[in-house]
């Protein structure tokens, strides 16, 4: 990479879902003519969670910010074309709205009633069904155990998260945004405010402002502005089988175990392909460390015990599957409350942060990109006031509580 001096209003770090949306609302936002330089690690994605995830939007959230976000998000993906068309040319991200479904026995009952009444008050399209009702509409789910379950009827599903990247990159491409490749070792703090960032190999590139979107790395980056934030990147699995038996019209099931499945594209001659996960129990739980030798490697027996075994109790079809492939990718989980980090940096406020998405910065990058655009143009959130996900609170240690992290 050149050592020649180089300058931006704004350096975004980090390139992939995140990072792409910033720019591209920056980037189309009338009131902001600067210059946005957005540096990326790898411009092939190969590690990043946005390349990585399981690529799912939900409204079943138990704090209204999050409903809030993900109804913009949902709004914003089924119209994509109007916002993210390069050319007259539209990106297909194949959003399917199949819905979630969250069960629930005795103990999960009250969390659910009560996060859908306030998923309700928030506008967001999610039913209450008593056992009997989901044996009906679901013929093959396993209820012997369950008392009721809430499924989005619409605004929630899956969609191509590669795509979706791409779609801001490309887009903000078209707009004047510059990419670069280069590892950014960190942030040159003047005054208390950023006044740059420094790569890995001794350039520099001098800005008014910085968003940190850089995912595995965001809390390291942000030590080195002396900005502390409770963010690490652990390791999760999504597998995939192909099921003959009958299982259709299976939304993004959410087992009362944790255990997690939805259908990837469409039934074939083998039967319909599925892909699932898990949480894992705290004391299997490890960090992901992109310099391991064994990073990428995949873990079958956790799939057997804690991810096929609940899935194929929940849903007897499943006793009969052909594993398929599966990989290993990066959670970035905020370790106060399981929720995003956004705005600007307690002590160094030109810092813009977006880290510890938790799972859900796919499904919360079209909100996320237009609300810290919004603060860096005009010092403040307009549409959408992202507050409540402030750095503020994690240096207060008032966590924002979510029930349903998945």
């Known amino acids: 990479m050149s050592s020649a001096p180089a300058s931006a209003d704004i350096v975004i770090v980090g390139g992939a879902a995140i990072g792409s949306s910033v720019a591209y609302h920056l980037a ?3 009131g902001f003519k600067g210059k946005v330089i957005v540096v990326e690690k790898d411009p092939t994605y190969r590690l990043s969670a946005s390349a990585l995830s399981a690529a799912s939007i939900r409204q079943q959230f138990s704090s209204a910010v999050n409903i809030r976000v993900s109804l913009f998000g949902i709004e914003f993906l089924r119209n994509i074309g109007q916002h993210l068309s390069v050319d007259g040319e539209a990106p297909s991200i194949d959003l399917h709205e199949g819905g979630y479904l969250y069960v629930a026995g005795d103990e999960g009952r009250k969390v659910l009633e009560q996060n859908r009444k306030l998923q309700q008050q928030e506008g967001a399209d999610i039913a209450l069904y008593a056992a009997e009702m989901l044996r009906s509409k ?12 809430t499924y989005g009827v619409s605004g929630e599903g ?11 990159r490309k887009k903000a491409r078209s707009l004047g945004v510059e990419y670069r490749q280069g590892e950014v070792a960190g942030y040159v703090v003047e005054g208390g405010r950023v006044t740059g960032v420094e790569l890995a190999d ?3 590139i001098a800005c008014a402002a910085a968003v940190n979107a850089s995912g595995t790395h965001g809390a390291r980056l942000a030590a080195t502005a002396g900005v502390t934030i409770p963010v690490k990147s652990m390791k999760r699995y999504v597998y995939s089988f192909t099921c003959k038996g009958e299982v259709d019209n299976c939304p993004l099931l959410i087992d009362t175990s944790g ?11 083998d039967g319909q392909m599925f892909i699932c996960g898990s949480s894992p129990p705290e004391e299997l739980d490890r960090e992901w ?3 391991d030798a064994d990073v990428e490697d995949v873990d079958w027996s956790f799939f057997e015990e804690y991810v096929w075994a609940p899935l194929a109790h929940r849903v007897p079809a499943f006793e009969a599957i052909k594993p398929g492939r599966a990989w290993a990718g990066p959670y970035d989980m905020n370790g106060l409350d399981g929720n995003a980090i956004l705005g600007p940096a307690v002590g160094v406020p030109n810092l813009y942060l977006a880290n510890g998405f938790s799972g859900h910065g796919l499904q919360q990058s079209p909100a996320v990109g237009r609300g810290l655009a919004e603060h860096i143009v005009n010092g403040r959130y307009l549409t959408l006031d992202l ?3 402030g750095h503020e609170r994690i240096v207060a240690g008032k966590p924002l509580r979510e029930a349903n992290i998945i």
């Open 138 to 149: 679901f013929g093959w789910l396993n209820t012997s155990d369950l008392l009721c379950g």
């Open 289 to 291: 460390v992109e310099t």
């Open 259 to 269: 255990a997690y499945v939805r259908p990837e594209g469409n039934r074939g001659n």
């Open 202 to 204: 001794g350039s520099r």
């Open 28 to 30: 189309s936002d009338p």
């Open 387 to 389: 507050a409540d996900l």
């Open 158 to 168: 899956w969609f191509d998260g590669w795509a979706l990247l791409q779609a801001f």
